[in-house]
């Protein structure tokens, strides 16, 4: 009975110390809140890189529909602003290639002149025509914040917002009236997309297929002007 006793005693200290020992491991470790992305983390940028220097065009080659390269047939630099004349139709596009980074652009347009289109084109790759294989930033008036799929680019975005190959932005347009200057913060970080226009979020892409490719400014038949064209590379994430 002795030896009965003893055996429980000592089987009874040897489970709360078991439990104790547990109890102290969920506490140096605990389990991440319902609902977080234990995956989830920010990204790192490099430094600013000035696409366009506010002087000239050597950053850029180009694509017009008449077939000519010369970035000069529709952009020009004039006191720092980068002018677009918007004929003849392309675009303008960066000489490098890009994957994933956080980019500004300011742009307006003349209000004699009125509205009218353009675009800011991502991860632009395969043969340069009018309409190349990219994601589109809208700039037409009154739609920044739109993302188009050109191309027939892989990604995902809000199938209730989803209009043929467009993609309307969330809220009611919140650009500037024409003349002042309006701002787009663009981060494509790996598969996602994220499109501010003057600082509110109006639109998001999943699954956007991960390559490099150019960004591209487009004439689009309607003069507008750009005065900062910069992008911050991703480089890590932590």
Not at 56 to 83: C, M
Not at 156 to 177: F, L, Q, V, W, Y
């Amino acid at each position: 009975m002795k030896n009965t006793a003893l055996i429980v005693i000592l089987a009874s200290s040897w489970i709360s110390f078991a439990l104790s020992s547990d109890v102290q491991q969920d506490e140096a470790a605990p389990t991440p809140p319902v609902g977080t992305d234990p995956s989830a983390s920010r990204p790192i940028f490099g430094e600013t890189i000035q696409l366009f220097n506010g002087e000239n065009l050597d950053n850029w080659t180009a694509y017009f529909i008449n077939g000519s390269n010369d970035p000069g047939a529709a952009f020009r630099v004039e006191d720092g602003i980068l002018k677009c004349a918007g004929q003849p139709i392309g675009y303008i596009r960066t000489k490098k290639q890009y994957t994933s980074y956080r980019m500004v652009v300011e742009w307006r347009f003349d209000p004699k002149a009125g509205g009218g289109n353009s675009g800011i084109l991502m991860r632009l790759n395969g043969e340069d025509t009018v309409w190349p294989n990219s994601i589109e930033a809208q700039l037409n008036s009154r739609d920044a914040g739109d993302i188009w799929n050109i191309g027939d680019f892989p990604m995902k975005t809000d199938p209730k917002r989803i209009s043929g190959r467009r993609t309307k932005k969330m809220a009611p347009t919140n650009e500037k009236p024409l003349g002042e200057w309006n701002r787009y913060d663009i981060t494509l970080d790996g598969e996602r997309l994220e499109l501010k226009v003057n600082g509110l979020l109006q639109n998001t892409a999943t699954e956007c297929t991960k390559i490099k490719g150019f960004i591209a400014l487009q004439s689009e038949g309607v003069a507008i002007e750009f005065r900062t064209v910069e992008l911050q590379p991703i480089i890590g994430h932590e």
